[in-house]
């Protein structure tokens, strides 16, 4: 009869020894196995790549079209020096760069636009100069909070069409000129825009046209030179808005609101060689307005039929019929420390307020003109 015995032996602690030896090993093994594993097991982290466009043929791409089409969220399209005479559509969250100046051409087209960017995309564009598009970019009903900066855009029917939009874009560091049509038109929009730094020189109609928009928006560092209507047109709108550090030349208006209900600050405004510097009438927001030089051929501020408590302030007025037009005026007035010079030889008027019914305080300010009307 054949016996089995099994005899136990304990374990032996392992040694330091062990431990160094063993350790790297399993480390290894670890880095090997999440190497297998799939990304959406492991995480779901995703490398953002550059994808590169020369249309000389020595880049990845030829075509700007065919790069962002290749392009996934988060990802980088750079177009190398040259001019490419297509139409970019962007559909993702993507950033198109030209470092060196690329130039979109639109002269082929009919209609064309240079850049559309499309529903919620946050997508950027940058560095670019768009000529001879109807639309130089479009961005029409979208949701997206995209950006416009560091790119010019000339001979255009308007410079960037972003009517009806929802999200929080910013145009900065950018350029239009030699428009048919408004700089920017963007009327409808509901959400909280920036425009800053930026020029529009010779544009057809309004510098920005913001007609009927309700969001917060602010316009900072602009500059409109010939525009064949106002520097900045908010009539039928609603936000509470900010314009600072702003001039406007040889235009119809500097700031136009008609028919406006929320609240205005003017700071820094510019107005020069220009029919009217600010324009509202039927608005019910309170107004600010400090800081500012407002040389005009006709009416410096003119107001009428409003509701909201106005505040002018630290500002010269130098116009050649009136200095202040608020008749039919609702509210209170406070004018301190400002200047109203008017220089008709007839009918000038420095301050006129017939029919205003509410109360009137000017401090510290310096009227020089024929004649001057205030309501008590």
């Known amino acids: 009869m054949n016996t089995t015995v099994y005899i136990y032996s304990p374990p032996t602690p392992p040694t330091m020894d062990d431990a160094r030896t063993t350790l790297p090993a399993l480390l290894l093994s670890l880095v090997l196995t999440l190497a297998v594993v799939p990304a959406?097991?492991?995480?779901?982290?995703?490398?953002?790549?550059?994808?590169?466009?020369?249309?000389?043929?020595?880049?990845?791409?030829?075509?700007?079209?065919?790069?962002?089409?290749?392009?996934?969220?988060?990802?980088?399209?750079?177009?190398?020096?040259?001019?490419?005479?297509?139409?970019?559509?962007?559909?993702?969250?993507?950033?198109?760069?030209?470092?060196?100046?690329?130039?979109l051409g639109g002269s082929r087209f009919v209609n064309g636009t240079g850049v559309t960017v499309a529903g919620a995309a946050d997508a950027n564009v940058?560095?670019?100069?768009?000529?001879?598009?109807?639309?130089?970019?479009?961005?029409?009903?979208?949701?997206?909070?995209?950006?416009?900066?560091d790119t010019t855009v000339i001979a255009?029917?308007?410079?960037?069409?972003?009517?009806?939009?929802?999200?929080?874009?910013?145009?900065?560091?950018?350029?239009?000129?030699?428009?048919?049509?408004?700089?920017?038109?963007?009327?409808?929009?509901?959400?909280?825009?920036?425009?800053?730094?930026?020029?529009?020189?010779?544009?057809?109609?309004d510098g920005v046209d913001v007609r009927k928009s309700s969001g917060d928006w602010t316009v900072a560092t602009v500059v409109v030179d010939r525009s064949g209507a106002d520097g900045v047109d908010a009539s039928g709108t609603t936000g509470d808005w900010t314009v600072r550090n702003t001039e406007v030349r040889r235009s119809n208006t500097g700031v136009k609101a008609i028919d406006s209900g929320g609240n205005w600050t003017v700071t820094d405004l510019t107005v020069h060689r220009s029919d009217t510097g600010l324009v509202?009438?039927?608005s019910g927001g309170a107004w600010t307005l400090e800081d500012s030089t407002l040389e005009t051929r006709?009416?410096?501020?003119?107001?009428?039929?409003?509701?909201?408590?106005?505040?002018?302030?630290?500002?010269?007025?130098?116009?050649?019929?009136?200095?202040?037009?608020a008749v039919n005026?609702?509210?209170?007035?406070?004018?301190?420390?400002?200047?109203?010079?008017?220089?008709?030889?007839?009918?000038?008027?420095?301050?006129?307020?017939?029919?205003?019914?509410?109360?009137?305080?000017?401090?510290?300010?310096?009227?020089?003109?024929?004649g001057i009307e205030v309501a008590e």
Do not use: C, M
């Open 329 to 370: 005026t609702n509210a209170s007035w406070t004018v301190s420390e400002s200047t109203i010079s008017v220089t008709a030889e007839q009918n000038a008027i420095g301050v006129d307020a017939r029919s205003a019914s509410g109360d009137w305080s000017l401090t510290d300010v310096t009227i020089e003109s024929p």
């Open 156 to 205: 255009a029917d308007v410079g960037v069409y972003a009517p009806n939009t929802a999200g929080n874009w910013t145009i900065e560091d950018a350029a239009v000129a030699s428009t048919t049509y408004s700089g920017v038109f963007v009327r409808g929009t509901s959400g909280d825009w920036t425009i800053r730094d930026t020029r529009f020189v010779n544009v057809g109609g």
């Open 126 to 149: 940058t560095g670019f100069t768009v000529r001879n598009y109807r639309f130089g970019v479009a961005a029409n009903e979208t949701s997206g909070d995209w950006t416009v900066t």
């Open 40 to 103: 959406g097991v492991a995480g779901t982290q995703t490398a953002q790549d550059t994808l590169t466009v020369d249309k000389d043929g020595s880049a990845e791409y030829q075509s700007i079209q065919a790069a962002v089409n290749a392009a996934d969220s988060g990802d980088t399209v750079e177009v190398r020096p040259g001019t490419y005479r297509e139409e970019v559509r962007i559909n993702e969250s993507i950033t198109l760069v030209a470092p060196d100046r690329a130039i």
């Open 298 to 325: 006709d009416i410096g501020v003119f107001t009428a039929r409003t509701t909201g408590a106005w505040t002018i302030q630290n500002t010269t007025i130098e116009s050649q019929q009136q200095g202040i037009h």
């Open 280 to 282: 509202t009438a039927f």
